[in-house]
Structure formats: structure tokens, C-alpha cells
């Protein structure tokens, strides 16, 4: 048994430093999206929906609902007057951009919290919306903003699961980038010769 224990840890941290993405991912099963979001997902791609159906269906969901006041009245829209309504938000915001937030949130929902010393998951979050935000403004001229807005959403989606599934073949890293100060991408390159975007994608 103690042979058989050292012989998986020897075979994930050779999968570890060589890159080897599909061995390392093999067993990790991405939990399902929570019910609500499923639901509203399916709804925002009804060409008929109307902005009250969303509006109704997000009511059921405080978080949600929350986020989706907030992102409408944050300085990223610049609105003169705040919003309170969510049928007007959804207008506002339009059903495009509603998918993708309720995507983005059913995504940050069903991501386990590492708890690491010197990982702050919603500072982590936090930091994913604003790029996501910001390649949305990247994306417009080409027409593909949802896409950017996602895929920069989840550019470092593969670090909570490192930091979870794999930690101790990949704490060196981790423990390294935070020791001397540098860029987490760089600690991995250095010690692993990949990082966690390549991970990721």
C-alpha cells in the first residue's frame, strides 16, 4: 500500500513538471452549475424571452440579482441616476451581457475555495471580473466582446484547482513566488516550465 501511494504521488508530480494537462485534469470533474443558473441560461436563449421573464427568474436568486444591480450601477456604465429595478437593469444592461455575468457568477459559485495562506479567493474573483471587464471594452470593435469577457474571466480558472487537487506537487511554485516576491507565472516557469493560464486554457 505504501509503495502503491508513492508510486501515484511519483506519477502526478511527473505529470506536474512536464505539463502533462491531461493527466493532471483526468480526474478533476467540473462540478454542474447551479440550478438557477442553468435555468436563466436556457431562458436568455429563448428568442422570445422578454427582460420581466429574466428580471422574475433573477428575483430568485439574491447573490445574483445583487451583482447584476451592482455591475449596472458601477462606474463601468456610468449612469447618472442608480438602479434599483432589475427589469431595468436587465434593459440596460441587455440580455447579451446578462448571459455572460450569469455565466460568470454560476462559474465563481461551483469553484472551491483553496483556503491557502496568501490566496483570497474573492480577491481572486474580484480581480478576474475586472480584466473580464476590461477585454470586454477590447473585444467590441471585432464583435466578440462575450467571448473575450469569458475567456479573460477565466484566464487563471486552473489556480484554485492547483492549489486544491495538487498542492503538494505544486506548492514549491507557489511557496516560491511568494518567498522572493515575483510573479506567481514566473515561479512556474521557472520551477515547473509552464503556469497556470496554460493550465488553464
Known amino acids: 500500500m505504501i509503495f502503491k501511494n508513492l508510486r501515484k504521488k511519483l506519477k502526478r508530480y511527473a505529470a506536474l513538471t512536464t505539463g502533462d494537462f491531461e493527466s493532471i485534469?483526468?480526474?478533476?470533474?467540473?462540478?454542474?452549475?447551479?440550478?438557477?443558473?442553468?435555468?436563466l441560461i436556457s431562458l436568455l436563449r429563448d428568442p422570445e424571452v422578454s427582460p420581466s421573464q429574466v428580471a422574475s427568474l433573477l428575483s430568485y436568486d439574491p447573490g445574483l440579482a445583487s451583482r447584476i444591480l451592482q455591475m449596472v450601477?458601477?462606474?463601468?456604465?456610468?449612469?447618472?441616476?442608480?438602479?434599483?429595478?432589475?427589469?431595468?437593469?436587465?434593459?440596460?444592461?441587455?440580455?447579451?451581457?446578462?448571459?455572460?455575468?450569469?455565466?460568470?457568477?454560476?462559474?465563481?459559485?461551483?469553484?472551491?475555495?483553496?483556503?491557502?495562506?496568501?490566496?483570497?479567493?474573492?480577491?481572486?474573483?474580484?480581480?478576474?471580473?475586472?480584466?473580464?471587464?476590461?477585454?470586454?471594452e477590447l473585444g467590441k470593435p471585432s464583435g466578440r466582446e462575450d467571448e473575450a469577457f469569458l475567456g479573460a474571466l477565466l484566464q487563471d480558472i486552473a489556480l484554485?484547482?492547483?492549489?486544491?487537487?495538487?498542492?503538494?506537487?505544486?506548492?514549491?511554485?507557489?511557496?516560491?513566488?511568494?518567498?522572493?516576491?515575483?510573479?506567481l507565472s514566473e515561479a512556474e516557469s521557472r520551477i515547473l516550465k509552464w503556469h497556470h493560464a496554460q493550465a488553464g486554457a
Open 25 to 39: 485534469f483526468r480526474d478533476f470533474k467540473v462540478p454542474s452549475l447551479p440550478d438557477i443558473v442553468v435555468k
Open 73 to 136: 450601477n458601477s462606474a463601468h456604465i456610468g449612469l447618472t441616476r442608480p438602479v434599483s429595478n432589475l427589469s431595468q437593469a436587465v434593459n440596460i444592461l441587455g440580455l447579451k451581457q446578462i448571459e455572460t455575468l450569469v455565466i460568470s457568477y454560476g462559474v465563481t459559485r461551483i469553484i472551491k475555495d483553496p483556503r491557502r495562506e496568501n490566496f483570497d479567493l474573492a480577491a481572486f474573483w474580484t480581480d478576474s471580473l475586472f480584466r473580464a471587464l476590461f477585454a470586454h
Open 160 to 183: 484554485p484547482v492547483l492549489l486544491t487537487e495538487w498542492f503538494e506537487a505544486y506548492k514549491k511554485a507557489y511557496l516560491e513566488a511568494q518567498r522572493n516576491r515575483i510573479r
